[in-house]
């Protein structure tokens, strides 16, 4: 089973809300990621994770905060986000971070910012 | 020179043709590549591994060389559920599992 699950499937919130976006993945896999992906472009990546300690953050504004809380959970905290910043939000596992390591993504939190 | 470069597309076929997608990368230290799926408004799907030694899974084969720095996609008898956008994906190897995606490439088939 290769299933990374992710909550909420679409969230609205205003640019002074905060809220979080979940993900989780239960194939013992060690290193989860977040991308960004805006319409019509490849997904970009924000945040990794490898054995629940953060490993790449690719200079993400710090209104994105993520948190591990353990090796199945990922969280991205969002505040004070701005409008631009709506997008489809991607997690991902993979069983390393390794060089060969294949990535699977979840179904993304569709994120609009009003 | 982007990292990883695709056919711009949009591809438009008529059912049962066969399709090509080509794409290349910069780095000749990279490790892995792969072929993703993405339908719209959902998640990138793994589609296949690429290997320098090729290989095929059904309609589907995908090749790389490495001397050219060259990944390709063949489509055989495309199918209406083939219409997707293709994302050309290498991992370099050096950069604690980073992917680098190409900008894909659609695809539409049509009856």
């Known amino acids: 089973d290769t299933e990374v699950t992710q909550t909420p499937k679409h969230l609205v919130m205003g640019m002074t809300n905060k809220k979080s976006l979940k993900c989780e993945q239960h194939m013992g896999h060690r290193a989860m990621y977040w991308y960004k992906q805006k319409a019509k472009k490849p997904p970009e990546l924000m945040f990794v994770y490898s054995y629940e300690k953060l490993s790449i953050n690719e200079s993400v504004p710090s209104r994105f905060s993520p948190e591990c809380p353990n090796s199945s959970l990922l969280n991205l905290h969002l505040h004070a986000l701005q409008p631009e910043d709506s997008a489809l939000y991607l997690c991902a596992s993979s069983q390393f971070s390794g060089s060969t390591d294949t990535q699977y993504f979840g179904p993304g939190t569709r994120l609009t910012v009003l | ?111």
């Open chain 2, 1 to 111: 020179r982007k990292e990883v470069e695709q056919d711009p597309g949009p591809f438009n076929v008529p059912e049962g043709a066969t399709v090509a997608f080509n794409c290349t990368y910069s780095n000749s230290a990279s490790q892995s590549f792969f072929w993703y799926r993405q339908d719209c408004r959902k998640e990138p799907k793994l589609l296949m591994s690429v290997y320098s030694s090729g290989n095929e899974d059904g309609r589907f084969t995908a090749q790389l060389n490495r001397a050219s720095q060259y990944i390709s996609l063949l489509i055989r008898d495309s199918k209406l559920s083939d219409s997707a956008t293709y994302l050309c994906v290498v991992n370099e190897g050096n950069q604690g599992g980073k992917l680098i995606f190409g900008q894909g490439t659609e695809l539409s088939v049509k009856p």
